[in-house]
């Protein structure tokens, strides 16, 4: 549920900017930023809700914390609940701007709305984009649920608003080059979504840049859950 509303709201940001007759048609790299900071915060918000105490929404996120703990029991079924998600949080951006669909005819725009591209094709530098980026994410959100932070009396409730900060930052920095999907099944789920859906004017759904979504972020968690536990946060 979590991973599915951070979906919706992200790209709906991204597709209210992006689509024709859109009113939000040219809003610009800040708004997709600032819409996506504000979907990882419901998604959060919402994922805690609903019972989970951990609200990941991210298998970088949850790689990240199993090696950074040594267990990885929580690894596949939450992967596997968050690319549902995101896959049905996509599907509901599909529904959602139905209409905008056929008046827009780039093709780039309309997967944009769902998936992630480079700035500039460069896979291997691509790769390295989205390990920096997750790396940060990861690391960061691990400080911020740290004892250490704790201890300075971090109130209540307050993780979910900074997390979100987080990615507004990395989205307005380490974002511009990949679009920063810095999360396996948000890219995944949206872009099987364009795939499967019978989207007008939609295009290739690029499978041959897929894995560097896929790899880069599993990387960059992985690499910070292992600094995490050198530092012992």
Sequence with gaps: MGTM????????????????????????????????AFAVMAGVF?????????????????????????????????????????????TLVWIHFHPHWQPTTDCEAIRGCFCTCPAIRNFPMNLV??????????FVVGAIFSKAVAETGLA????????????????????????????????????????????????ASDWVYAFIPIVGPLVGGTLAGILIRLIHF
């Design 156 to 203: 209540p409730g307050l993780g979910p608003y900074l997390v979100g900060s987080l990615v507004w930052g990395i989205g307005l920095g380490i974002g511009g080059t990949t679009g920063y999907a810095i999360n396996p099944a948000r890219d995944l789920g949206p872009r099987l979504a364009h795939f499967m859906l019978p989207i007008a004017n939609k295009g």
């Design 46 to 90: 919402v994922a805690i809700a609903c019972g989970s105490r951990d609200a990941h929404l991210n298998p970088a996120v949850t790689m990240g914390f199993a090696v950074s703990t040594g267990n990885f029991a929580k690894f596949f079924p939450y992967a596997a609940a968050q690319l549902l998600g995101a896959f049905c949080g996509a």
């Design 5 to 36: 509303i951070m979906v919706l709201i992200g790209n709906t940001t991204v597709a209210s900017a992006l689509l024709k007759r859109s009113k939000g048609e040219g809003a610009g790299w800040m708004a997709i930023t600032t819409g996506w």
């Design 129 to 138: 984009s989205e390990i920096i980026g997750t790396f940060t994410l990861v």
